[in-house]
């Protein structure tokens, strides 16, 4: 069975977690340090706050903002859910904006549509690896006096205007799950250029400690903590953060290659008529940590139908990028008219994509997907 993605990992990191571990030291330490500063210089990112997942980022990027009860949260629909569950996490109200549909992006015209008085923050998402358009989507949250924060969770390596996608971010959150490009198991990062707000960040995953476990051993002598807001419990272990730090000097050749594939699947794909394929925007590039395809309008099956079929010929796909307004968790949850959002939720399918993949693997996807569609056209 083709798998959707296989995350690349090697000798390299097994070799760096088992140092770790003969260290002593494998909870937060100096390994976590290290890995957020190398993020943070790749990130363009003045500071990097490593955390438990990218979830959890968000959950203290919102919490530092103030947001809670009484409170929106604009937040795409389009997205993982994580996104929208974040703002109710802080007791706020997520608000769905509608997507641009070539790249399933909020842009200032969806958001601005559903920005109210009581919206205390936006959430823009680079969905899948696809950057928004960060000075557009800045410049509308600047005009209504919203808080932007991005959640980066699939844009590791991704660019905008020629420089790294949320380098100007106030906030970022950043997933390292094993889907992702840059993967530490689970993990995350949030980036940013205040070093006043990185500071609490800092103090918030750790409990709301005044000083850290691993700064009370660094300096020799007996400090005792206090606890001066409640926190949570969002660290990263010493282990997770070896790991990274190897993931990242792969970082670069592992997009090249990515690429290198998906200008490959443009090419196979773009035989089928009316089959429409995730892009670069005019304004950046994506990492492609999804190939996502959008079916003809003509096919007469349904996302599912592909995706069985696919499953048949040995491979597997995904369905496209949920819509969290029609989950379950969010049945009764006011939702305004989405109608791109439902359009390419129900009629896109994410095809497999990873750094290891060879071109008679890739020629058996597209073989797949193209019998799928036939089926049924």
Same mark, same amino acid.
Not at 178 to 196: H, I, Y
Not at 215 to 226: N, P
Not at 230 to 257: H, S
Not at 313 to 332: D, T, W
């Given at each position: 069975?083709?798998?959707?993605?296989?995350?690349?990992?090697?000798?390299?990191?097994?070799?760096?977690?088992?140092?770790?571990?003969?260290?002593?030291?494998?909870?937060?330490?100096?390994?976590?340090?290290?890995?957020?500063?190398?993020?943070?210089?790749?990130?363009?990112?003045? *500071?990097?706050?490593?955390?438990?997942?990218?979830?959890?980022?968000? *959950?203290?990027?919102?919490?530092?903002?103030?947001?809670?009860?009484?409170?929106?949260?604009?937040?795409?629909?389009?997205?993982?859910?994580?996104?929208?569950?974040?703002?109710?996490? %802080?007791?706020?109200?997520?608000?769905?904006?509608?997507?641009?549909?070539?790249?399933?992006?909020?842009?200032?015209?969806?958001?601005?549509?559903?920005?109210?008085?009581?919206?205390?923050?936006?959430?823009?998402?680079? &969905? @899948?690896?696809?950057?928004?358009?960060?000075?557009?989507?800045?410049?509308?949250?600047?005009?209504?006096?919203?808080?932007?924060?991005?959640?980066?969770?699939?844009?590791?390596?991704?660019?905008?205007?020629?420089?790294? %996608?949320?380098?100007?971010?106030?906030?970022?959150?950043?997933?390292?799950?094993?889907? !992702?490009?840059? +993967? +530490?198991?689970?993990? @995350?990062? /949030?980036?940013?250029?205040?070093?006043?707000?990185?500071?609490?960040?800092?103090?918030?995953?750790?409990?709301?400690?005044?000083?850290?476990?691993?700064?009370? *051993?660094?300096?020799?002598?007996?400090?005792?903590?206090?606890?001066?807001?409640?926190?949570?419990?969002?660290?990263?272990?010493?282990?997770?953060?070896?790991?990274?730090?190897?993931?990242?000097? !792969?970082?670069?050749?592992?997009?090249?290659?990515?690429?290198?594939?998906?200008?490959?699947?443009?090419?196979?794909?773009?035989?089928?008529?009316? %089959?429409?394929?995730?892009?670069?925007?005019?304004? @950046? +590039?994506?990492?492609? &940590?999804?190939?996502?395809?959008?079916?003809?309008?003509?096919?007469?099956?349904?996302?599912?139908? /592909?995706?069985?079929?696919?499953?048949?010929?040995?491979?597997?796909?995904?369905?496209?990028?949920?819509?969290? *307004?029609?989950?379950?968790?969010?049945?009764?949850?006011?939702?305004?008219?989405?109608?791109?959002?439902?359009?390419?939720?129900?009629?896109? %399918?994410?095809?497999?994509?990873?750094? &290891?993949?060879?071109?008679?693997? &890739?020629?058996?996807?597209?073989?797949?997907?193209?019998?799928?569609?036939?089926?049924?056209?």
């Amino acid at each position: 069975m083709i798998p959707v993605i296989k995350p690349f990992l090697g000798e390299e990191e097994a070799l760096a977690a088992a140092e770790v571990v003969r260290s002593g030291w494998v909870a937060q330490g100096p390994r976590v340090a290290a890995f957020e500063q190398a993020f943070a210089e790749s990130a363009g990112a003045g *500071h990097g706050v490593a955390v438990s997942n990218c979830t959890t980022g968000l *959950h203290l990027a919102l919490h530092m903002l103030g947001v809670g009860p009484a409170d929106e949260v604009v937040v795409p629909s389009f997205s993982f859910i994580a996104t929208a569950n974040a703002a109710r996490y %802080v007791g706020a109200t997520p608000v769905f904006a509608d997507v641009d549909p070539l790249t399933g992006n909020v842009t200032s015209e969806t958001l601005d549509a559903v920005i109210t008085p009581r919206t205390t923050a936006v959430i823009a998402v680079h &969905q @899948g690896g696809t950057p928004f358009d960060v000075d557009d989507v800045q410049a509308l949250c600047d005009k209504r006096g919203v808080p932007l924060v991005h959640d980066s969770a699939c844009a590791a390596g991704s660019t905008y205007r020629g420089g790294p %996608v949320s380098s100007g971010a106030a906030l970022a959150a950043w997933s390292f799950h094993p889907r !992702k490009l840059l +993967t +530490t198991g689970e993990g @995350g990062m /949030v980036t940013t250029g205040n070093a006043e707000w990185a500071t609490r960040l800092r103090k918030l995953r750790e409990h709301g400690m005044s000083v850290s476990a691993a700064e009370r *051993h660094a300096q020799g002598s007996v400090k005792l903590e206090s606890y001066e807001e409640v926190g949570f419990n969002f660290r990263m272990t010493d282990m997770q953060a070896a790991v990274g730090l190897i993931q990242l000097r !792969k970082l670069p050749d592992v997009i090249a290659k990515r690429r290198e594939l998906a200008e490959r699947y443009h090419k196979l794909l773009g035989e089928l008529d009316g %089959v429409r394929c995730v892009a670069d925007p005019e304004y @950046g +590039t994506t990492n492609y &940590q999804s190939f996502w395809v959008v079916l003809p309008d003509d096919y007469a099956g349904t996302s599912v139908d /592909v995706l069985t079929a696919l499953q048949e010929r040995g491979v597997s796909g995904r369905r496209g990028i949920m819509a969290s *307004h029609l989950e379950p968790a969010y049945a009764g949850a006011a939702a305004g008219d989405l109608p791109v959002t439902e359009h390419l939720t129900s009629r896109s %399918v994410i095809l497999p994509l990873y750094h &290891q993949m060879t071109e008679a693997e &890739q020629d058996t996807v597209v073989s797949a997907f193209t019998e799928a569609l036939r089926g049924a056209l």
